[in-house]
Each structure stands twice: as C-alpha cells, then as structure tokens.
C-alpha cells in the first residue's frame, strides 16, 4: 500500500468510525485514531535520496496531512509545511494543510492568507471551502460581516463547481443558513440551505457527518418539519454520541410538542366556566366589528384584512386573511424559539400559534384579543418512538403580524436574530447550528478548531 493510500485509510478510519464501531466506544476514538496515526507515521521513512526533492517534498507532504488528522494542533506538522512552503511555495495542497495549522493554532487571519495563497496558484475545491468557512468568522462592523457572508456564500458555490461532493455542498448550506439568520430571514436562503443540505447528504462521504444532519435539523425544525428535524438529530447522535448537543435538542423538541398537545386538548387547562368566559367576550367583540378592517404596517402604507375563521382557511399561507382569538395559555420552549400560545377562536377550536423573532419580555398574556394578519397554517400529524403528533398551528414570522387588544405590535417587540462565534474543538468536518434564544443563532464547528455561527 503507497503512503498516500495509506492516509486515506487514516482519515477514512476517523470519518467512518462509527460505521465499524459501536457506540460504546465513542470515548476510545481519539485515542484508537492516535493508534493508527501512529502507524501510519511508521510507513514514513526519509528519502535517502535527498537529491529527489519532489518525490521528499510529497512524502512530508502526506506525513504532514497525517498529522493532520486529529483535532488538536500539531507543532510538528506545522514545522514540515512551513519549511515546505518555503521551498516550494507554490504546492497548493502544502498550502491548504498550512492553512489547517493555523486554524487549529487559533491564526484565522494566516490562515485565510495561505488559502488564498493557494487559490493564486489554481483553483481547488479546498481552499474555497476553507475561504467560505473562514469568511463567516471575520468582520467588525455589521456591514463586514454581512460582505464577508456574502462573499462566503459566492467561495463555496464555486467550490461546488470545481468539485461537486457533499462538503462542497454542506457548506453552501451553512453560508445559506448564516446568510437566512443575518439578512431578514429571507425565505430563499432558508430553502436553498435546505436543498444544499440534502445534495450534502447523497454523498457518501458525508454519510456519517454528524454535524451535517445537526445543521440540516436546526433549517428543518425553523421550517417546523417537526418529523425530519427529530430523524435528522437521531443521525447526529448515532454518528458522534459523546456530543450532548443532539440529545439536548431532540428532548427540547420532544417535549415541546408534548406541551404543544397537551395544552390543546386542555384548553389551557382553564376552568369551563374562564373558557366559557372568554368565548362569550370573544364574540362580543366579533359581533361588533366589521367584515373588514383596514391596519397602517411598518411602512407607513394602509392594508386591508378579511375577517376569516380557522376553518376558512387553507393549509399554508392566506394573504390578505385576518384570525381573531383569544389568548388560552401559553406553551413552555426550554430555548424560547418560538414564543408560543394557544388561541381559542369563537367556536372553542384551540390551535398553537408559534412567533418567530419575538423580542425577551414582549408577548401576550391569557385573555388578551389577537389577531394574526396573513396566518400560515399547518397540519400536523406524524409518529415518532410510538408517540403520535397530531394538531394544528399557525406561523407567525414577524410579531408585526399580530394585533393585541386592538394595538399592532410595533419594532421594538422584534428581536433582530445575532450570530455569534462559539470555539469548539472537534474534527475536520465539524460544523453544526443551534437557535439559542430568539435573539441570538448559534453556529458551530465546521472546521477543526474555530467554529462558525
């Protein structure tokens, strides 16, 4: 077996562990990669030939791309690539692994130069996904940012054009879901995370990706596809069960769809008489509007609304349709994203209502009037560990779509989404997104060392 087969075992035997592996031995993998680092290192024997400068500078080359392999920074194979860099400092790949020294290091400025570097000398898939991760961690002033998340997104498309595998792929999801979370939460950017994703996904090198099926749960669950975001971190979990991250999720979900349900069926777990109460005023108050009513937005421009009941409505988006109800209760979320409550309308339907960018200490309260302008509605009704989940809800993505007590929510109830960078050490691959708050989105990983959000 050639030296450069045998680091490809090297970094196989690391991304595919827990395809031969049980789980059980997730605490031994660092250590049982070190052990096949360490043979590898073995196959390694300096040239004799000295003279043979190429075939030398490929050999340190690949014992440098081996020491590579673990997650930590490695002293000695920054010192080979260093010295190969200034003898041959027009080895792309050199370049590249320089570049991972120095992102491991912490240097994210030097790294982003040796990838450039690289991309001077020809244009590889490498260094455009490294520049497009890299990117996403720089900036001071928000206009900076938002270039750089830009321009991360342009690197990594044109990574997947000179090569089209699933980490060229992953990471357009990632520069989509960053740019989603950083410029209004345009719709676009969240569906295209979605499809690059699932292009990532046929790949399969990216099959045991934990972090891949983390970040494509964290676009599903925003997009409230409740069932795929519960397999997708069931995946994250089997393929890295020492990150607690997953489970936390998956439990957070879990029970938020059980609070969901419960406090359907109960009303609110309000009294007969508190609902009969409620509905009484609700209709009252219905009695004496009008089919139509006409609201001022963030603009400054007039709309005008059409009463509707829920059963009126159609699955999705009703433009132009207004839905009025009273406030039953609201439902616990251990991350507080979304803010949700549970509407009864006059019929004593009661349905879940799920406000995105909702600002900390703004909301409603059990008895408060609503009304929700454009509702998009949703049906759900799936299975997953034998529980069944059946109810409905409607989304609200802006609090500026809500109307309390005959006042329209104003800007400062909307919290503007942050992205934050989060260090966490983990393997070439790494790179996952967690929604903390409803003000601050989360990414991590992606990369040795630094992580991204």
Known sequence: ???????????????????????????????????????????????????????????????????????????????????????????????????????????????????????????????????????????????????????????????VEVNDDGKSWYIVGNANLSLFFSLNQSPNYLKESLLAYNHASQDKAMKCNPDLYYNWAMALKYDENYKLTLEKLELSIKYDPLWTKPQEELESLVNHLKNIQLMISTKGKLKSRKIREIISALKKELDNSNSTETFVNSIGRSETYQHSKISDLQEGSNTGKMLKGKVACHVYCSNSLPFTFCLLDEKENCFAVNVYNMAQGKGVIIGDSVIILDPHIQHFNFEFKDNTYAFSSIRVNSPLQLVANKRRFGRDTVATPQLSVIVKKCTRQKGYLQAVTNKTVTFQGEHNLVTFQ
């Not at 049980?22 to 993998?29: I, N």
């Not at 790294?111 to 001071?140: P, W």
């Open 1 to 159: 077996m050639s030296l450069q087969e045998s680091v490809k075992k090297l970094y196989e035997f690391r991304d595919f562990f827990f395809e031969d592996h049980s789980s059980e031995l997730a605490d031994k993998k660092t250590e049982l990669l070190a052990s096949e680092l360490n043979k590898t290192l073995k196959l390694f024997v300096k040239e004799k030939d000295e003279s043979d400068s190429c075939k030398n500078a490929e050999s340190e080359l690949l014992k440098a791309k081996a020491l590579n392999v673990l997650p930590e920074y490695s002293p000695e194979a920054f010192e080979i690539l260093t010295k190969l860099v200034k003898f041959h400092p027009r080895l792309v790949d050199a370049l590249n692994e320089l570049g991972l020294c120095f992102w491991k290091k912490g240097d994210v400025k030097a790294a982003k130069k040796c990838f450039e570097n690289a991309l001077r000398e020809g244009k590889n898939a490498e260094s455009l996904q490294n520049l497009s991760m890299i990117l996403r961690q720089l900036g001071e002033t928000p206009e900076e940012k938002q270039k750089n998340m830009l321009e991360s997104l342009e690197k990594a498309k044109e990574a």
